[in-house]
């Protein structure tokens, strides 16, 4: 059993930066490949980074590559993201999301078992 919890969202304007974090709870010594997702309103949630359990490869989404970068520090059970260079796009609940390694696919939200229950991002021109 896996428990993530997402922090650090909020308001920022345009260009800004914002690090999100996800804490990671949970009852074995596995651990997992990580992703974080956003969903806007009145869209599908869309992957934007991942990284695999090993921290040694790590996936972007093409519209924020060279903008975020997603990061794990296993001695603390945290995953983060650091957003920088952000635009309104960018505002939507992000989502912290683990599975057991290998994922199916790094890029589906579908691949993911434990799931947290977001952070919102809201980004002001």
């Known amino acids: 059993q896996v428990q993530l919890v997402e922090s650090g969202g909020g308001l920022v304007q345009a260009g800004g930066s914002l690090r999100l974090s996800c804490a990671v709870s949970r009852r074995t010594a596995t651990t997992y490949d990580m992703g974080w997702f956003r969903q806007a309103p009145g869209k599908e949630r869309e992957f934007v980074a991942a990284?695999?359990?090993?921290?040694?490869?790590?996936y972007y989404a093409d519209s924020v590559k060279g903008r975020f970068t997603i990061s794990r520090d296993d001695a603390k059970d945290t995953v983060y993201l650091q957003m920088n260079s952000l635009n309104p796009e960018d505002t939507a609940v992000y989502f912290c999301?683990?599975?057991?390694?290998?994922?199916?696919?790094?890029?589906?939200?579908?691949?993911?078992?434990?799931w947290g229950r977001g952070t919102q991002v809201t980004v002001s021109s």
């Open positions: 999301a683990a599975d057991r390694p290998p994922v199916e696919s790094y890029y589906s939200a579908r691949a993911y078992d434990y």
């Open positions: 990284i695999s359990w090993s921290g040694s490869r790590t």
